[in-house]
């Protein structure tokens, strides 16, 4: 299907669109920190054991909060279960596709889920670079520990904030909520805001971007699990970008809250910001 972008498909323009803030983010540390720009970005891996055992704590919050708002989202109003080839066959035939593909291949619901729960965020991982590098990398090395709004929340919900309103021209464009684009960019936003708290932990629990990366990833690869399986979700039902996905990413707020102590920052992470 050809766009007003040259006749190119939609989803090259929106990944373009996209790819701003890591750009911003890269720009911006060439102009201030020429001679640190991995540090600023967070790009560095010291490869210890608690990075790699917090890489992998971030893909399961991930899919924590997938499978929590598929089952959450179970208690909307009319709101059923269905098995993930039904799901899929259905949406390609919203979509004007053919299905019949599908039944070619034994147990295909079966490599549907392992495609969206494995080998989906594995691809995603350097792609979400073209967001974290601004969101986690930058701007996070610009807010956290600066003297009047680098608190661990603060920083959170700022970034949360401008995260949620990037996303509301291709919102309003159909994407993610196609049957209500307006509530659709209202209900983003607030899930960028929720979802925040996870991303900035995991930021500074692996000293990286790298962390975010994998968490951005395995929310965007896997993300189909939480919508597919659902039959007639109404539009604040809609899985994990719904109500059930908010309820997930508040409880995990909640054990952020309750059990992590957030130093104002730490040496080895500190930046200096621009004047």
């Not at 967070?42 to 790699?52: A, F, I, M, R």
């Not at 994407?175 to 209900?187: C, L, M, R």
Request: with cysteine; glycine share 12%.
């Amino acid at each position: 299907m050809a766009s007003q972008s040259g006749g190119l498909p939609p989803i090259v323009p929106a990944f373009a669109y996209m790819c701003g803030p890591g750009l911003a983010g890269i720009i911006m540390a060439f102009i201030y920190h020429r001679g640190s720009v991995a540090d600023v970005l967070g790009l560095k891996l010291k490869g210890t054991k608690q990075q790699w055992l917090w890489l992998g704590i971030s893909y399961l919050i991930g899919m924590g909060i997938i499978v929590g708002a598929l089952l959450i989202s179970l208690l909307g109003p009319g709101v059923g279960l269905q098995d993930p080839l039904t799901g899929t066959a259905q949406m390609m035939r919203d979509a004007g596709q053919n299905p019949d593909m599908l039944n070619v291949v034994p147990m295909m619901g079966v490599i549907l889920i392992l495609q969206w729960a494995l080998l989906a965020p594995l691809l995603n991982i350097p792609l979400m670079l073209s967001e974290e590098l601004g969101w986690r990398g930058w701007l996070w090395s610009h807010l956290r520990g600066h003297p009047r709004w680098g608190g661990f929340w603060t920083t959170s919900l700022i970034t949360g904030l401008l995260w949620g309103l990037w996303h509301v021209p291709i919102i309003l464009a159909g994407h993610n909520y196609p049957e209500a684009p307006q509530i659709g960019a209202v209900v983003f936003t607030l899930f960028c805001i929720l979802y925040a708290p996870l991303f900035t932990l995991v930021r500074e629990k692996t000293n990286s971007v790298w962390g975010p990366c994998v968490l951005h990833a395995t929310t965007n690869g896997a993300a189909a699990i939480s919508i597919v399986m659902l039959t007639n979700p109404p539009v604040l039902w809609k899985g994990i970008v719904g109500l059930g996905g908010f309820i997930a990413m508040a409880v995990g707020i909640v054990f952020i809250w309750r059990f992590y102590r957030p130093e104002a920052v730490l040496d080895n992470q500190r930046v200096t910001p621009a004047a």
